[in-house]
Nanobody, 126 residues
Framework: EVQLVESGGGLVQAGGSLRLSCAASGFTFDDYTMGWFRQAPGKEREGVVSSRAGVTYYADSVLGRFTISSDNAKNTLYLQMNDLQPEDTAVYYC?????????????????????WGKGTPVTVSS
């Protein structure tokens, strides 16, 4: 069974930082396209960053502020979020896809991801 479990969300002030973690199990992490998505109340789910085989694509809204990384030995994905703004407030989801198309394609198509975690909430206060 494929399972993704996010952690690390919380409440921060604008300009602060958080690091989210995604623990993957039931599959080989390095064989999948991995990504982070987010969904604010009343809005559609949107891609934050997607990555596979060393190729990474960030949404314009987070470029230069967020960084994806991984610890393959632990089968864990991370999202370092710096200079957080109130507009970043959302539930953040880790996702995986067994297919290996363009990482940008997945970022713009959340339905292309095969597996999802339950999410971890991030709230940024002004």
């Amino acid at each position: 069974e494929v399972q993704l479990v996010e952690s690390g969300g919380g409440l921060v002030q604008a300009g602060g930082s958080l690091r989210l973690s995604c623990a993957a199990s039931g599959f080989t992490f390095d064989d999948y396209t991995m990504g982070w998505f987010r969904q604010a109340p009343g809005k559609e789910r949107e891609g934050v960053v997607s990555s596979r085989a060393g190729v990474t694509y960030y949404a314009d809204s987070v470029l230069g502020r967020f960084t994806i990384s991984s610890d393959n030995a632990k089968n864990t994905l991370y999202l370092q979020m710096n200079d957080l703004q109130p507009e970043d407030t959302a539930v953040y989801y880790c996702a995986a896809a067994s297919t290996g198309y363009s990482v940008r394609w997945y970022l713009n198509r959340p339905t292309g991801m095969d597996h999802w975690g339950k999410g971890t909430p991030v709230t940024v206060s002004s």
